[in-house]
């Protein structure tokens, strides 16, 4: 079977959608099947397999578009037609500019089509000040999402329930929805790892992701200046972004002693496996691939109770949450793993438990089982599709 992956976001492993799409065109390599890529990557030109789209600039917006590792492709309907002649199936990403050029496409050609729910309308308001939290713009975003681009899927990969939940309300449709965890990475395993000596007998609480307003790295600093053990704890920050010198100026003001640093793959898996706790301070997560790899090394979760946070979901005691944005309610919770270390280390044996069950493999053959199902029923038929003619492609 020839599936085409259609990825705006591929490149390096730095975000979720990123790992996504490599884990899922691995596994459909593994399964046998031929994968074309279609993306805006400049370095897999001349790749096999590869088809390589320019870059769109979308002006004022470009700092935020550059900040979230995020390349946009300009869609170009020859090289996707080229991408698409002969596939079986094509496999969407995300509801981006080419994304959405490319249903229509593949809807045109009678391709079978599945799709990802990557990306919810908070990561987008997040970005643009008194939008964050409206309700109303959330609505016509995911109608926006339905209307231009899921409208055209036979089937959609949801990794969470809440996701798929929230947007067949919001969006007032529902769909053929499979819900599948993006799965826990396989080079993240529990093991014995060495501390640093620089860490004493530090409680090392890590806290994961680009350095911006939605993932609220502040409110793991806030709680510290709120938490009885202040001196006693060492907070770790990898990764890297534009409120860098926010946090650090904040950090310095009271007393904190944090690390920032942006840390590689095998960095990371150690650094989870020996540290005490995890922080999931963003507001806004589908699933957080980096929370999962976290639980997976027995790094024990504490996360944001936001209603836009699929991860909280995965809270196996009220302690692994804390009250929503509340950095007094998140100083609570680490207070309460610092005077219970017997049970901090029965938990982290509980989630390792609970990883075994969201492994890569096993996601990865429920996402090449569904894209083979589909395929092998094909398109379809959508009576709200009122595409009908070629030139329609061309209107947006």
Request: with cysteine; net charge neutral.
């Amino acid at each position: 079977m020839v599936v085409t992956v259609v990825a705006d976001v591929l490149g390096e492993q730095s975000n979720g959608v990123t790992i996504c799409a490599l884990n899922l065109i691995h596994a459909l390599k593994e399964a046998g099947h031929t994968v074309r890529v279609l993306c805006a990557d400049e370095d897999k030109k001349g790749v096999e397999g590869y088809y390589v789209l320019p870059s769109i600039n979308v002006g004022p917006f470009q700092k935020i578009v550059d900040e979230n590792g995020v390349v946009l492709a300009k869609p170009d309907v020859l090289e996707i037609c080229r991408a698409f002649r002969g596939a079986d199936l094509v496999h969407i990403m995300a509801p981006f500019p080419m994304g959405r050029v490319a249903a229509k496409i593949a809807h045109l050609l009678n391709i079978p089509i599945t799709m990802g729910f990557h990306v919810q309308p908070k990561n987008v308001t997040a970005h643009f000040v008194g939008t964050f939290r409206s309700r109303f713009i959330s609505n016509l975003l995911f109608k926006d999402f339905w209307k231009h681009f899921y409208i055209y899927a036979d089937a959609v990969h949801y990794p969470i329930l809440f996701i798929r939940d929230s947007f067949e309300s919001a969006c007032g449709h529902r769909t053929n929805g499979y819900v599948i965890s993006n799965g826990t990475p396989k080079d993240f395993l529990p093991r014995n790892v060495e501390r640093p000596l620089e860490w004493g007998d530090k409680f090392v609480i890590v806290c994961t992701g680009r350095y911006s307003k939605e993932k609220k790295q502040i409110l793991l600093l806030k709680a510290l200046t709120h938490s009885k053990y202040k001196d006693r704890i060492l907070p770790i920050f990898p990764g890297q972004g534009r409120k860098e010198k926010q946090l650090k100026n904040y950090a310095k003001r009271h007393h904190l002693h944090p690390i920032f640093k942006l840390f590689g793959r095998e960095e990371m898996s150690d650094l989870l496996n020996a540290a005490d706790l995890y922080v999931l301070s963003s507001e806004a997560e589908i699933e957080s691939v980096a929370c999962l790899e976290a639980m997976t090394c027995g790094a024990v979760p504490v996360m944001n109770n936001s209603p836009w946070n699929g991860n909280r979901s995965y809270a196996l005691h009220p302690e692994n949450l804390f009250a929503k944005n509340n950095p007094r309610d998140l100083a609570r919770k680490i207070d309460y793993w610092i005077e219970h270390p017997e049970r901090l280390k029965e938990v982290k044996k509980e989630y390792i438990e609970f990883s075994n069950g969201m492994t890569i493999e096993l996601s990865m053959r429920k996402m090449v089982a569904m894209i083979e199902e589909v395929a092998h029923h094909g398109k379809r038929g959508n009576e709200e599709v009122l595409l009908s003619e070629p030139e329609r492609v061309f209107e947006e």
